[in-house]
């Protein structure tokens, strides 16, 4: 008998590491131990073994059986990892870069950003950082804005609850709140405070408003903050600059106009338009792009510097803006969403 399952068991370990399949595996289990397999056969025969030697054939057939058991576990083994091998494809690096990834662009609004930043760099201004969180001092209080103006309403500025502390933004009194800041103005304070006229900074960066999200209005969009302090500075030079800035950044065909308007850091004050009829879906003649003017002599007063020696110019607008005028783009909430069909229009290298 242990010849029988010797030969049995040899032949099973000659045939099973070659099976492939499924199919072929149930067909080759099945001539072993099916109901008419080789081996059940065999254990058929039990019944008519002499009672004493029955523990030890039992044996002898138990053991053949986990063996022959082994190498039916091996030979599905074997199939179930070629099937997984044939679901996951060709062997790959994971480390290595896709070959779908191209070279990335430029975000537009970092692209307007760089461009305004390097055409005001040319003419002697450089970059100027600022907080986001911010007091009441340098968003408002320092900029001649009063206490009841609506632009520090609740309704319009994210303030942080009074338990809220910033170790490292100081206040200047301990009763002031902190907020986000609702426009870059506040660098302008900051920057007066730091150093000494003369003056010429240009401050990109993230501001913060309680506005609804629509195609129009974010609740966190980019402005972008000039201030220019020294002698004799006139709205001559003001406007100079903007038409300057303006046809640089979108072409020569492009003019500005002021409109008087009201801002309590800036006297006069003015709105500033845009005509650039050359560009993408731009169908008014004038649109408006930003606000500006002379700086009040409150706020010199204000940073310690003496309103009859000193003068300046100050402007500041919305990045999105522009770079929805440069560009057609007629949603400011594609910024956002790094939907790469968006990006992808902008072949703008780094
Ligand atoms: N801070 C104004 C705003 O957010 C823009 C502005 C107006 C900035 C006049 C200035 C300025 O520097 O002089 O709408």
């Known amino acids: 008998m242990q010849d029988l399952l010797n030969a049995i068991l040899a032949k099973a370990a000659g045939e099973l590491p070659g099976v492939r399949s499924r199919p072929d595996f149930e067909a080759a289990k099945a001539r072993y131990v099916g109901p008419n397999g080789e081996l059940t056969q065999v254990m058929k025969k039990m019944g008519a073994v002499p009672k004493e030697e029955r523990p030890a054939v039992g044996k002898m057939v138990n053991e053949a059986k986990i063996s022959l058991q082994a190498h039916l576990d091996a030979a599905l083994a074997t199939i179930e990892a070629s099937e997984i091998a044939s679901q996951l494809g060709p062997r790959i690096d994971p480390t290595l870069p896709s070959p779908d990834l191209g070279p990335g662009t430029m975000h537009p609004l970092t692209h307007v950003r760089e461009e305004m930043c390097r055409i005001l760099r040319k003419v002697g201004f450089s970059v100027a950082d600022g907080p986001e969180v911010e007091t009441e001092y340098y968003c408002f209080d320092a900029l001649n804005t009063p206490a009841d103006h609506p632009a520090r309403d609740a309704q319009d500025t994210f303030y942080f609850p009074p338990s809220t502390q910033f170790g490292n ?54 402005q972008l903050e000039c201030l220019s302090v020294d002698r004799n500075v006139t709205v001559r030079d003001l406007k100079a600059l903007l038409d300057h800035v303006f046809s640089s950044l979108l072409g020569p065909d492009t003019k500005i106009r002021f409109r008087p308007h009201y801002f309590g850091y800036t006297e006069p004050s003015f709105e500033v338009d845009l005509s650039a009829k050359h560009l993408p879906k731009v169908n008014k003649e004038w649109i408006e792009i930003g606000g500006c003017g002379m700086v009040d002599p409150t706020v010199f007063s204000g940073v310690g510097y003496d309103p009859n020696v000193w003068t300046g110019y100050a402007f500041g ?34």
């Open 169 to 222: 933004i100081a206040r200047k009194n301990p009763e002031e709140k902190y907020l986000l800041r609702t426009h870059t103005s506040s660098v302008q304070i900051r920057t007066m405070l730091k150093g000494s006229p003369p003056i010429r900074i240009v401050s990109p960066g993230r501001v913060y408003r309680r506005d609804t999200s629509d195609a129009t209005h974010s609740a966190n969009f980019h």
């Open 317 to 350: 607008m919305g990045l999105e803006r522009l770079a929805m005028l440069l560009y057609g783009i007629d949603d400011i909430r594609y910024f956002y969403q790094n939907d790469v069909r968006f990006l992808k229009q902008f072949s703008l290298s780094t």
